[in-house]
């Protein structure tokens, strides 16, 4: 098995394979629900991906992330933002730095599309490597705001936004 792992954008011939990564990836978890693979299939049809990409080692995809547009109004204004939900790895490939790539390489995506903000609603353990900090996201009234709600200027010279309020896309709201 190669070491390389490639990162790239996923296309419409990817579903399948990025739809079996999700399963398997989630399957692991005490998320409790399979559910993600139908949000990302949402968000695709509603047009609402702002940024999808896959990892692939050998040729076979091996990782997925993606970032959707969210409606967030900061201090007054809309900002252009994108929540990240969800990164999956393959669970035999875990723990080797794919999910470091994907949401890294993602983010740099954002950024080159103007995108001012990203928030997750995750481990807090594991996103503050790249930025993320509950104490932003806390700045925003949300129906996921707690502990496990995060959020990042992407721009990290940026000044924080004094507050607002952040929603996810409405694919998130049909979620079961
Ligand atoms: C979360 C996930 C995408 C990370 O990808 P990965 O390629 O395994 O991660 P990396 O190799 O880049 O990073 C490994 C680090 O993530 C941590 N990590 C992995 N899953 C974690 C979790 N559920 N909670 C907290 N930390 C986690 C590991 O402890 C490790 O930490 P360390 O670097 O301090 O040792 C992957 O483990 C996965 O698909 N998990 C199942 C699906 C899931 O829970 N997705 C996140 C919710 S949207």
């Not at 990025?18 to 399957?27: E, N, S």
């Not at 252009?80 to 994907?102: R, Y």
């Not at 390489?105 to 954002?110: I, S």
């Not at 993320?132 to 200027?153: E, N, T, V």
């Amino acid at each position: 098995m190669s070491d390389k792992i490639g990162i790239r954008a996923a296309t419409a011939a990817d579903a399948e394979a990025v739809d079996t990564i999700i399963r398997a990836a989630f399957a692991g978890t005490d998320f409790g629900h399979q559910g993600e693979a139908e949000l990302v299939r949402m968000i695709g049809e509603d047009g609402d991906a702002l940024v999808s990409l896959v990892a692939e080692r050998d040729a076979a995809i091996v990782g997925h992330v993606l970032f959707s547009r969210m409606a967030v109004e900061a201090d007054g204004a809309r900002l252009a933002a994108a929540g990240l939900a969800p990164v999956s790895v393959a669970p035999a490939q875990q723990g080797q730095g794919i999910g470091d790539a994907l949401i890294r390489a993602g983010l740099a995506a954002l950024c080159e599309q103007g995108v001012a903000i990203s928030f997750v609603l995750g481990h807090e353990s594991y996103y503050p490597r790249f930025g993320y900090s509950p104490d932003l996201a806390a700045r925003f009234a949300s129906p996921f705001a707690g502990p496990h709600f995060m959020a990042m200027m992407l721009d990290s010279d940026a000044a924080w936004p004094l507050g607002g309020r952040a929603d996810y896309a409405p694919a998130f709201g049909r979620m079961g």
